[in-house]
């Protein structure tokens, strides 16, 4: 993802036929003010569709990915689409801004969480992870 200058050499967490996971370091230098719009511009350069936050669409997807994950990986506890708020919450209390997009991206038939945090104080590296998952038409 040329936009995040991440993910060379980076290895998967999850990988089977159905979902991918990868977490990466940007080499960018962005404020974690322009993570929004940086975000925003690749969903638009992946000729993807953004999904709403709490919206259904979300919700399945979410869960798909979830229902991937532990297919995988033992997982105690119930699927739980509000599971990405929380973690959201759980870094700002570690004094860490995070900002995250749900898309899809339909000519590849996959739905994509993309997620990114860094320190409040914008200082240090910027952490990066992918989930990209089948779509349920794939």
Known sequence: ?????????????????????????????????????????????????????????ASKLINRMDEQIRANVHIGGDSDSAG??????SLEELNVFSEYRLFEIPEMHVGVFLVMWKEKSDKGPIFVEVVVSDDEEG
Do not use: C, W, Y
């Open 84 to 89: 990405i708020e929380r973690m959201k919450r």
């Open 1 to 57: 993802m040329r936009i995040l200058d991440a993910f060379k050499g980076s290895r998967p967490a999850i990988e089977t036929q159905f979902i991918l996971i990868v977490r990466s370091l940007s080499d960018k230098d962005l404020s974690i003010n322009d993570f929004g719009k940086t975000l925003d511009d690749l969903i638009e350069e992946l000729n993807g569709t953004k999904i709403g936050d709490f919206s259904d669409k």
